[in-house]
């Protein structure tokens, strides 16, 4: 066996051992490293491994990231969202680290969602937002919160935030994995494939409320 390969063998294992015994990004072993194009990707469940290239080639632009001057695409609902991840932004890879820049227009919602893996911190860059989330008990914690003001999401609980204000919202959202996972709860539930009969009688619908809901948000519109 090389030792490129017994390397690469060791390194699948030990993060495949941190996601077991700890249930969140592995502990760095070298200062950084630059995902190196050449050898592709590695997927295992939700850890995605990006083969590090020899550090002497890395560059002060991999650590740089100009992509979040302005607002990315607006949805039909007034939200843009441009999520960064090592895949974009090489510096960040084994860093245990990623973040968003999300835009909200007047009146927009970033609807109820959950990141499996990681926890969030929200800063609000400008705009007045109405932020929160709900814990296991379903007790909801929520309020405005202002230009400069930050608000934390725990891993795994279910969040939201609108834009309560007459102007556009910038929010920055900082999350402690680099793969943090987005569920929104509208899509789950009627944009999956749930069977409508089950939909029906957990939320007291009619079928053709069941339909209209499960065409809004189908995933193939």
């Given at each position: 066996?090389?030792p490129?390969?017994?390397?690469?063998?060791?390194?699948?294992?030990?993060?495949?051992?941190?996601?077991?015994?700890?249930?969140?990004?592995?502990?760095?072993?070298?200062?950084?490293?630059?995902?190196?194009?050449?050898?592709?990707?590695?997927?295992?469940?939700?850890?995605?491994?990006?083969?590090?290239?020899?550090?002497?080639?890395?560059?002060?632009?991999?650590?740089?990231?100009?992509?979040?001057?302005?607002?990315?695409?607006?949805?039909?609902s007034?939200l843009?969202?441009?999520?960064?991840?090592?895949?974009?932004?090489?510096?960040?890879n084994?860093?245990?680290?990623?973040?968003?820049?999300?835009?909200?227009?007047?009146?927009?919602?970033?609807?109820?969602?959950?990141?499996?893996?990681?926890?969030?911190?929200?800063?609000?860059?400008?705009?007045?937002?109405?932020?929160?989330?709900?814990?296991s008990?379903?007790?909801?914690?929520?309020?405005?919160?202002?230009?400069?003001?930050?608000?934390?999401?725990?891993?795994?609980?279910?969040?939201?935030?609108?834009?309560?204000?007459?102007?556009?919202?910038?929010?920055?959202?900082?999350?402690?994995?680099?793969?943090?996972?987005?569920?929104?709860?509208?899509s789950?539930?009627?944009?999956?494939?749930i069977?409508?009969?089950?939909?029906?009688?957990?939320?007291?619908l009619?079928?053709?409320?069941?339909?209209?809901?499960?065409?809004?948000?189908?995933?193939?519109?």
């Amino acid at each position: 066996m090389s030792p490129k390969l017994a390397l690469l063998l060791v390194t699948l294992s030990l993060h495949h051992y941190a996601h077991i015994t700890t249930a969140s990004d592995p502990d760095p072993i070298q200062d950084f490293c630059i995902p190196n194009p050449e050898f592709g990707v590695t997927k295992l469940a939700h850890l995605t491994i990006l083969p590090c290239k020899n550090s002497s080639e890395a560059t002060t632009d991999d650590f740089v990231f100009s992509g979040l001057k302005s607002a990315g695409n607006f949805s039909e609902s007034g939200l843009a969202t441009i999520p960064v991840n090592p895949i974009v932004f090489p510096g960040l890879n084994t860093l245990g680290m990623s973040f968003v820049r999300a835009d909200l227009k007047a009146g927009a919602v970033n609807p109820p969602h959950f990141h499996p893996r990681a926890t969030e911190i929200s800063y609000v860059v400008q705009g007045s937002v109405y932020s929160g989330f709900v814990d296991s008990s379903n007790r909801v914690f929520a309020r405005v919160i202002e230009q400069g003001e930050v608000m934390v999401f725990p891993r795994g609980l279910v969040h939201f935030q609108m834009n309560v204000g007459d102007k556009p919202a910038t929010v920055f959202g900082s999350f402690n994995g680099q793969n943090p996972g987005s569920q929104k709860i509208p899509s789950a539930i009627f944009g999956s494939g749930i069977q409508a009969e089950l939909l029906e009688k957990a939320f007291g619908l009619t079928p053709k409320q069941i339909g209209t809901m499960k065409r809004k948000f189908d995933p193939k519109r």
